[in-house]
């Protein structure tokens, strides 16, 4: 059983580029979100799903974009990369939106130049 | 801003030790979750408490929750080397689905 699977696992941009971090579940969860950590602050909510076509933002969801097209797969798109997008990026799902631990995937490294 | 604040922000133990942290929260929750992240990898859940409970054990930790005080704490006890990693609090707030996590205690156990 795979679980939540990230790639890529490291990735570089250059300021302005664009990229799509992709993230599939294989547990048939309704929920997924994304967080990014960054030293000294936690995890920060970006966006959240509570089921294939529904989205919404969370904390942070300026320059990111994301979909839900069907329950498995959840990707983050970065519009237009930005210095404080460097970050390591981690997608969870759970089975429903409330009273259920996240399970994580193992993260994507991004550095923006 | 962080829901959830972990202290203390690092703790060093010897092995057999027990080690304690401490949440608090700021805002009404349906449960308050700890997990554990290693160096380099994903967070892995421990334990969900729900607001209407007091105390939950799995295997070597223990976990209490006082809603009167908005806080919480996280009890391992008989540490290992390998229990050594990153411990965050996520609270899961009364109304929405918006899982929000502190920044964490870095536990280091010593052989």
């Known amino acids: 059983n795979a679980g939540v699977t990230q790639t890529p696992k490291f990735q570089v941009l250059k300021t302005g580029q664009s990229m799509t971090l992709q993230c599939a579940q294989d547990m048939n969860h309704e929920y997924m979100s994304w967080y990014r950590q960054d030293p000294g602050m936690g995890l920060r909510l970006i966006h959240y799903?509570?089921?294939?076509?529904?989205?919404d933002q969370g904390e942070v969801p300026n320059g990111y974009n994301v979909s839900r097209s069907t329950t498995e797969d959840f990707p983050l798109r970065l519009l237009s990369a930005a210095p404080s997008q460097t970050s390591v990026y981690f997608c969870?799902?759970?089975?429903?939106?409330?009273?259920?631990?996240?399970?994580f995937g193992n993260g994507t490294r991004l550095t923006v130049t | 801003s962080q829901q959830g604040e972990e202290d203390p922000q690092a703790l060093s133990i010897q092995e057999g030790e027990n080690a304690t942290m401490n949440c608090s929260y700021k805002?009404?929750?349906?449960?308050l979750q700890w997990y554990r992240q290693n160096s380099g990898r994903g967070l892995v859940h421990l334990i969900l408490?729900?607001?209407?409970?007091r105390e939950k054990h799995s295997g070597r930790l223990r976990v209490t929750l006082d809603t009167s005080k908005k806080s919480s704490s996280l009890l391992i006890t008989a540490s290992r080397a390998a229990d050594t990693a990153s411990y965050f609090c996520?609270?899961?707030?009364?109304?929405?689905?918006?899982?929000?996590f502190g920044g964490g205690t870095r536990v280091l156990v010593k052989p």
């Open positions: 969870a799902s759970s089975s429903t939106p409330y009273n259920s631990p996240l399970h």
């Open positions: 408490i729900r607001s209407n409970e």
């Open positions: 996520a609270t899961d707030p009364a109304a929405g689905n918006k899982l929000t």
């Open positions: 805002t009404s929750i349906n449960n």
């Open positions: 799903s509570v089921g294939a076509g529904i989205t």
